[in-house]
């Protein structure tokens, strides 16, 4: 499973979601594009409830388009939470266009 992990965004959510598109999202289809990439996991920063519609939109369009290829979004801290939410999706063929929230 390929990662791409953004570790700061604006606190607005228009804004975070503009500067993830602005900034990130051509990197991921990107990634997207090589033929070893089955799996693509967007890390993202925590962020307040209202970022929620963008990340899970961004999520499913992106798992959408890319289809066969497997894409989920993760939020949360670096930490053990994070990590076993991303060694569950590095094996698990049937999940794509999800939003987890990790909590620590």
């Not at 992990?5 to 990130?24: I, K, S, T, Y």
């Not at 979004?73 to 990590?83: D, M």
């Not at 094996?91 to 990790?102: H, I, N, R, S």
Request: glycine share 6%; aromatic share 4%; charged share 25%.
């Amino acid at each position: 499973m390929r990662r791409i992990e953004v570790a700061r965004l604006p606190l607005g959510a228009l804004d975070a979601a503009n500067a993830f598109m602005a900034f990130h999202l051509e990197a991921a289809r990107v990634l997207l594009g090589h033929d070893d990439c089955t799996a693509l996991a967007i890390v993202l920063p925590p962020a307040p409830h209202d970022h929620r519609d963008w990340r899970l939109t961004l999520a499913r369009d992106l798992a959408r388009e890319a289809t066969p290829k497997r894409v989920n979004v993760v939020a949360g801290v670096p930490g053990e939470a994070r990590a076993a939410s991303l060694r569950f999706l590095s094996d698990a063929p049937g999940v794509t266009g999800q939003y987890l929230v990790c909590h620590e």
